[in-house]
């Protein structure tokens, strides 16, 4: 069974950089079609997609975070990472990430969520 | 960016009792439409995709319909474990994926 974890700083000071890791465990980061996805939501909002990456690193990412947002994937530790710069507390929320078998295809599994908070 | 609007924000209902949920989209998604459930400190839970098929080890109770730009959850007979958010998802622009805001069912 696939199973994915978020990891990181829980809290970050504004204008500074956030960054999450997700490791992925029970499969490969490079089977198949697999995009691997960051997803967050504010406290009490709905939910925001990010971004998402192949495993051959090719990315793509929401356009109104593109600018501030990179991911990344470490093939060799079966992990991918989300940098997301010069933040604040509008980047307060819990970030998930997710995997899906394709670029239209559904989230199928889901890490249990990480929440940082943008705090002086 | 196609815009997904859930209705309604809130629902309170009894156990036991059927209930549908309506999620349209500002532009066809075509069939690429997905249903989460979400509980409080809880990953959203894939209930549904392809705007009618079940997730491994959903209950027959959740039925998803609809195509283009308007679709229902319908789920049947409440259930203690159905009070949640459920939301709606649209992954047919996969340059920008987008969720509806969610509906909330609350215990009557």
């Known amino acids: 069974q696939l199973q994915l974890q978020e990891s990181g700083p829980g809290v970050v000071k504004p204008s500074q950089t956030l960054s999450l890791t997700c490791s992925v465990s029970?499969?490969?980061?490079?089977?198949?079609?697999?995009?691997w996805s960051w997803i967050r939501q504010h406290p009490g909002k709905g939910l925001e997609w990010i971004g998402y990456?192949?495993?051959?690193?090719?990315?793509h990412s929401n356009p109104s975070l593109k600018s501030r947002v990179t991911i990344s994937v470490d093939r060799s530790t079966n992990q991918f990472s989300l940098m997301l710069t010069s933040v604040t507390a509008a980047d307060t929320a819990v970030y998930f990430c997710?995997?899906?078998?394709?670029?239209?295809?559904?989230?199928?599994?889901w890490g249990q969520g990480s929440l940082v908070t943008v705090s002086s | 960016e196609i815009v997904m609007t859930q209705s309604p924000a809130t629902l309170s209902v009894s156990p036991g009792e059927r209930v549908t949920l309506s999620c349209r989209a500002s532009?066809?998604?075509?069939?690429?439409l997905a249903w989460f459930q979400q509980k409080p400190g809880q990953a959203p839970r894939l209930l549904v995709y392809?705007?009618?098929t079940r997730a491994t080890g959903v209950p027959a109770r959740f039925s998803g319909r609809g195509s283009g730009t308007e679709f229902t959850l319908t789920i049947s007979s409440l259930q203690s474990e159905d009070f949640a958010v459920y939301f709606c998802?649209?992954?047919?622009?996969?340059?920008?994926?987008?969720f509806g805001q969610g509906t909330k069912l609350e215990i009557k």
């Open positions: 997710a995997r899906a078998s394709g670029l239209r295809a559904v989230w199928t599994y």
């Open positions: 029970g499969g490969s980061i490079s089977s198949g079609d697999a995009y």
């Open positions: 990456i192949y495993h051959s690193g090719s990315t």
């Open positions: 532009q066809s998604v075509s069939s690429n």
């Open positions: 392809a705007a009618s």
């Open positions: 998802q649209q992954y047919n622009d996969w340059l920008m994926y987008s």
